[in-house]
């Protein structure tokens, strides 16, 4: 099924709509061949403006028409392109009497259109383009959304998108400021004599996490491949390669469930650097994101914290970050001081008690990290370093040398979800295959013998870490879900 909505010529507008085009088309002039060569965006045309001096500096904008009133023989209106609504001022003196017809008749709300005049401020302090020419670029056939009420559900939000950034300033800037934060973490890397890369999308081992993978055939070779799950095992190709410091920004797919926080499609940037580990990788993260608050959010008050939207906490990003062992977390949460001493009986016991479901067949690090993830992740508000987790939920990271049990790792953890788990990457090829075949439940993985090969020629220690784009995002903007953060997010096909 189509997601473009079928043309309706009984709707009122819309037909009035046409019929203004077919008239054009019939005088000669048709907007969809038109152009205007602009100047400036809106923002860049009012900060020329100098107090005092109306009428003197000239610009050529464009935009959609946002506020369209016209008014006997001179009408203010807004045009709105990129960088916000910038308004207009029309008269039929300036324009002549043919022109300013054309304006009041031709154009509605929505349509396209190119200016040039001259900049003034107007009586309420509004710096205005007094316009002295004007041309339709674009006829819009179909209506906006009712300014007030806009669109009609969430779903035709994400549905049609389009719509939603023109009407929704708070989806705008939202949205915006997402570009905003990847372009930062994109120069900050660079600053810090990181390479970006880019490796394939399509795998013939889907490997690096424990997920599930979409799964696709190529017709010329007669195999199947994967879409990647990970960028890690490529990455790490890097190193062993000789690029010291590496990192990428891609999509990743996960054929698994849609949530607040899950998207089958999503971004995520993996850094790695040799000769560090994890505890460089804290380090990298509390730079990268104070930097970051510091240069993109701003916060009104000069400081580096931002509102957690969900409890309404103020998050510090300039304080001290807590670091805290995963195992003491869950003594704590549990009041059991022996618990990883108990059974496994004792464990599905402890968690009933905490009010949580578990499911018999689960491992007993299963039954642990329930709790850690229902109970105890939700409850980290200010940053945390998480560390020390059980070996069996990554095989990729160094054992602790002090605790065979776990991983010389963190799961930086902000506003109650992961945002950062970060690794001292393993580089014993004969540990590596071990822990891979070692895992179990849901955390196995398949194994890659290319990476275990590539590994054998040797490759550095090194630090590594994963940032979910899309969750960094709904934390620093304040965004309900991470269909809120994604332009388009997945959805079922349908109509909009």
């Known amino acids: 099924m189509s997601d473009t909505p079928p043309l309706d010529i009984s709707h009122d507008q819309h037909a009035v709509r046409r019929a203004k085009l077919a008239e054009m088309r019939a005088g000669g002039f048709d907007p969809f061949r038109a152009n205007v060569a602009t100047t400036h965006f809106s923002a860049e045309a009012k900060a020329l403006y100098v107090d005092g001096q109306d009428n003197v500096v000239s610009v050529t904008v464009a935009g959609r028409l946002v506020t369209f009133r016209v008014q006997g023989g001179s009408s203010f209106v ?78 035709q939000i994400y549905r049609q998108r389009y719509l939603d950034l023109i009407i929704n300033a708070e989806s705008r800037h939202r949205l915006m400021t997402r570009s905003k934060i990847v372009s930062h973490i994109r120069r900050f890397l660079e600053t810090q004599s990181f390479i970006e890369v880019e490796t394939p999308v399509l795998e013939s081992t889907a490997g690096g996490a424990a997920a599930r993978p979409f799964k696709t055939h190529h017709n010329a070779l007669g195999v199947d491949f994967y879409l990647r799950i990970a960028t890690e095992l490529r990455l790490k190709r890097m190193l062993v390669g000789g690029f010291d410091r590496v990192f990428e920004i891609g999509r990743i797919f996960r054929n698994e469930g849609v949530s607040r926080r899950h998207n089958p499609e999503f971004t995520m940037l993996e850094v790695y650097q040799a000769y560090s580990d994890y505890r460089g990788m804290m380090t990298l993260i509390k730079d990268m994101l104070t930097t970051l608050i510091r240069d993109v959010i701003k916060p009104a008050d000069g400081s580096l914290k931002i509102k957690h939207a969900a409890s309404g906490q103020d998050i510090d990003f300039g304080g001290e970050w807590r670091e805290v062992k995963y195992k003491d977390l869950i003594r704590e949460a549990t009041g059991d001081a022996e618990w990883f001493s108990r059974s496994k009986a004792e464990k599905i016991s402890g968690a009933e008690k905490l009010g949580l479901g578990v499911n018999p067949a689960w491992e007993e690090f299963e039954i642990t990290n329930e709790i850690f993830s229902k109970k105890i992740e939700p409850t980290l508000i200010q940053p945390t370093f998480v560390t020390h987790l059980p070996k069996e939920l990554c095989p990729l990271a160094k054992i602790t040398p002090d605790d ?24 014993d090829p004969d540990v590596q295959r071990t822990m891979f075949e070692a895992q179990a439940g849901e955390e196995k993985q398949n194994i890659d013998q290319d990476f275990l090969l590539a590994l054998e020629h040797g490759m550095p220690p090194a630090g590594g870490m994963g940032v979910g784009i899309d969750r960094l995002c709904i934390l620093l903007t304040g965004a309900e879900s991470i269909r809120d953060v994604i332009l388009f997010p997945q959805l079922r096909p349908g109509s909009a």
Do not use: C
């Not at 065979?404 to 393993?426: C, H, K, N, R, W």
């Open 78 to 155: 807004k045009i709105q392109d990129q960088q916000g609504p910038i308004q207009l001022y029309f008269r039929k003196d300036v324009l002549g009497e043919e022109r300013y017809l054309v304006f009041k008749k031709g154009l509605d709300l929505g349509d396209i259109i190119g200016v040039t005049g001259v900049l003034f401020k107007t009586k309420t302090g509004e710096i205005t383009v007094r316009v002295d020419s004007f041309v339709l670029v674009s006829k819009a056939l179909r209506p906006l959304p009712e300014k007030w009420h806009g669109l009609a559900d969430a779903e």
């Open 404 to 427: 065979p049990t776990t991983i010389d790792v963190f799961e930086l953890t902000i506003g109650g979800m992961e945002v950062a788990p970060a690794y001292s990457e393993q580089n």
